[in-house]
């Protein structure tokens, strides 16, 4: 026999309709996805980086509408924040993106060594951005998918005797 009435599921599961529809505030408006699967990605255990063809440095993704309220430039840098930690990244502008929403890649973050000694880490590691605490209450398995987060324009370095004004 299988004992599918599961109380507390259920009570959960009554609960949804008075749940909040979003879970964004204005301190973290955007939903980051943090660890989107993509082309050239992989788990961990490839740490090197190097077979990677395309998006070698793991681009956070981010909506046209989004690009343009925050004053992201496509292949500029962004600040990360999430309530855990905060990273930078390079943006890539995707009108695949919807408003609200964002992504960065999983298996980057990793640390690398070159044949030549040099240690190297592209991307950003998304569990930095995550908290074992922001989960699923029946499996503990933290929400990669939906990660409340801060994302603002890195500004680019000033030229050698340029005035930032």
């Known amino acids: 026999k299988i004992a599918l ?3 507390a599921l259920l009570a959960d599961t009554r609960a949804l309709a008075a749940a909040p529809i979003g879970l964004t505030s204005s301190e973290f408006p955007i ?8 082309a050239f990605t992989a788990n961990d ?15 956070l993704r981010i909506s046209v509408e989004d690009a343009r309220e925050l ?12 309530a855990t930690g905060r990273a ?21 973050g990793v640390d690398f060594v070159d044949d030549d ?19 699923d209450a029946y499996a503990g398995t933290p929400w990669h998918k939906h990660v409340p ?8 370095l000033a030229a050698p005797g340029a005035s930032r004004g």
């Open 5 to 7: 009435e599961i109380p």
């Open 31 to 38: 939903v980051l996805s943090a660890g989107e699967r993509r």
């Open 45 to 59: 255990i490839i740490r090197d980086p190097a077979w990677r063809t395309r998006d070698a440095d793991g681009a």
């Open 71 to 82: 004053g992201l430039a496509d292949g500029g840098r962004a600040l990360i924040t999430t």
């Open 88 to 108: 930078e990244a390079t943006v890539e502008i995707s009108a695949a993106m919807q408003p609200g929403h964002a992504s960065l890649p999983n298996g980057y």
């Open 117 to 135: 000694g040099s240690a190297r880490a592209p991307g950003v590691a998304p569990n930095a951005l995550t908290s074992v605490g922001w989960r």
């Open 149 to 156: 987060a801060r994302i603002e324009p890195v500004p680019a």
